[in-house]
Nanobody, 119 residues
Framework: VQLQASGGGLVQTGDSLRLSCAAS????????MGWFRQAPGKEREFVAS????????YYADSVKGRFTISRDNAKITTYLQMNSLKPEDTAVYYC?????????????WGQGTQVTVSS
């Protein structure tokens, strides 16, 4: 399974961005999908996840109420809508997928997309 993330960029405080992560490969069906982020000098941290086929979503406390994760199973793509962005959201965002559960040991990872929020 290959994951291709896109949608990062440079924005100002309070702006919005939408990240996308498209999965491809032989065994892409029935995958839980999610997002992590890693800021300079910090460990990779969980942001949000969504179960297959989309009934359950989970968020880090730091993004609850501002970020929304969704998925399009026909396109095998997950999205992360990020609103009210803050400078502390600046990080490289990675998408992840796993047939069982999203976590730091998820089986598949995308290449990362940079999100920079200026104050």
């Amino acid at each position: 399974v290959q994951l291709q993330a896109s949608g990062g960029g440079l924005v100002q405080t309070g702006d919005s961005l939408r990240l996308s992560c498209a999965a491809s490969g032989r065994t892409v069906s029935r995958l839980d999908m999610g997002w992590f982020r890693q800021a300079p000098g910090k460990e990779r941290e969980f942001v949000a996840s969504i179960s297959w086929p989309g009934g359950s979503t989970y968020y880090a406390d730091s993004v609850k109420g501002r970020f929304t994760i969704s998925r399009d199973n026909a396109k095998i793509t997950t999205y992360l809508q990020m609103n009210s962005l803050k400078p502390e959201d600046t990080a490289v965002y990675y998408c992840a997928a796993d047939p069982v559960r999203i976590g730091i040991h998820s089986r598949y990872w995308g290449q990362g997309t940079q999100v920079t929020v200026s104050s």
